[in-house]
């Protein structure tokens, strides 16, 4: 076979397909998490209620795996143009407080509600693992990288599955009643998603760190000087064999997104892994991203993207006039099209699908005008 030359000789060069995937994600985010009838959802566009996993489910933690691989690419281009480790650090600083405070901007939007601020988040957990990731890139190499994650996982199963609960005496797993939801409770101030534990709390953040370690490590691999062959093999190898861990794995600790537990993290980031290096031989290495362009766009201005989405979505599920009776677009269009006599799940999906096309407008403007939004 004749030996393809990666495309990413030169370190922190740009690949299309970490773009594409990035894209495709964003959009299924904004897809589920924007359905018209919030009772009524096909089953694979909800998460899974507890144990199991979702192709919904899948969203959040590829977003942390693709950040991770971002941060290789990214800051080795960096070292390449002369910037110091002081500057590269001060700056991840710089963008990940400001990140964590948008993050809890949001969590009081549309009503500006300071009372009701949620210092958990998604653009928090974004946050820490993006603090986290940046000085393990620059400071310690793929082994210790290893074994620190392995560390993690391991010891996040230990104090889960064999701890002993505060106030229950045992060990438990079970919904607001596990040692996350306990640590949350007396550490977190302000609101917890689901009242009594919160789903991006801080315990679950640890084994968060850890996927975006193994976006990371995809990073670093694609930065090497192997072949593309060699990459492509090496990807598929090592996302399988996380992926076949996981599912033996999850007989002793269940796949739990809310927990992000240790075999949640290998399933979804072997599956991640083996999605990359597809993309990377179909778009990077063949040359083919017919029809992609739209995923292009999206991931190429994804922090504006999930802003538009979270502003949007917030305008268009609001009360006008009163919070408890005020008028509602979203509710009222959804009234009208129920007469239609079409099934209410077809009609959830066609306005989450709508919306997921109202949300790319302004991100094609943008686009088009060569503006890309970085914190």
């Known amino acids: ?28 985010m904004i897809t589920v998490n924007n359905p ?42 960096q070292r390449l143009k002369g910037v110091s480790t002081r500057i590269m650090i001060a700056r991840t600083l710089r963008r990940a407080v400001l990140l964590f405070a948008l993050g809890v901007l949001l969590s009081v939007l549309p009503y500006f509600d300071l009372s009701h601020y949620r210092l958990p988040g998604v653009l928090q957990r974004l946050a820490i693992v993006y603090a986290c990731c940046v000085p393990l890139f620059l400071y310690t190499r793929w082994r210790t990288q290893i074994m620190i994650a392995l560390f993690i996982l391991i010891g996040y199963f230990l104090l889960i599955k064999l701890a002993p609960v505060p106030g229950y005496g045992y060990p438990i797993m079970e919904p607001g009643r596990n040692w996350a939801a306990w640590l949350d409770r007396i550490v977190i101030p302000g609101r917890l998603w689901q009242g009594s534990w919160d789903p ?6 640890f084994p968060a760190i850890v996927s975006g370690m193994g976006g990371l490590l995809t990073g670093q691999l694609l930065l090497s000087e192997k072949t593309a062959e060699r990459k492509i093999i090496l990807f598929f190898v090592t996302g399988f064999a996380a992926f076949v861990a996981a599912c033996g794995w999850s007989a002793f600790f269940p796949l739990n997104k809310n927990l992000w537990t240790s075999t949640f ?14 993309l990377y031989y179909i778009v990077d290495l063949l040359g083919y991203n017919k029809g992609l362009g739209w995923a292009r766009i999206f991931g190429s201005n994804a922090i504006a993207a999930y802003l538009a989405a979270e502003v949007l979505g917030d305008l268009l599920t609001a009360r006008w006039g009163n919070r408890q009776t005020g008028f509602c677009l979203n509710e009222w269009l959804m009234g009208q099209a129920l007469n239609s006599g079409w ?30 939004l970085k914190i």
């Open 1 to 28: 076979m004749q030996k393809i030359q990666a495309p990413v000789s030169e370190k922190g060069a740009r690949l299309l397909s970490l773009d594409i995937f990035r894209g495709m994600t964003i959009a299924l």
């Open 36 to 77: 018209g009838l919030e009772d009524h959802v096909y089953a694979p566009l909800e998460h899974a209620r507890w144990n199991g996993i979702t192709p919904t489910d899948f969203v959040f933690p590829s977003f942390v795996f693709i950040m991770g691989v971002s941060i290789a690419l990214s800051y080795s281009r």
């Open 200 to 205: 991006e709390g801080i315990l679950s953040t």
């Open 265 to 278: 993290v290998l399933y979804v980031g072997g599956i991640d892994c083996m999605i990359l290096a597809s």
């Open 343 to 372: 099934s209410p799940e077809l009609l959830s999906l066609l306005w989450a699908l709508f919306f997921c096309g109202l949300c790319f407008l302004p991100i094609w403007g943008l686009y088009q005008k060569k503006i890309f």
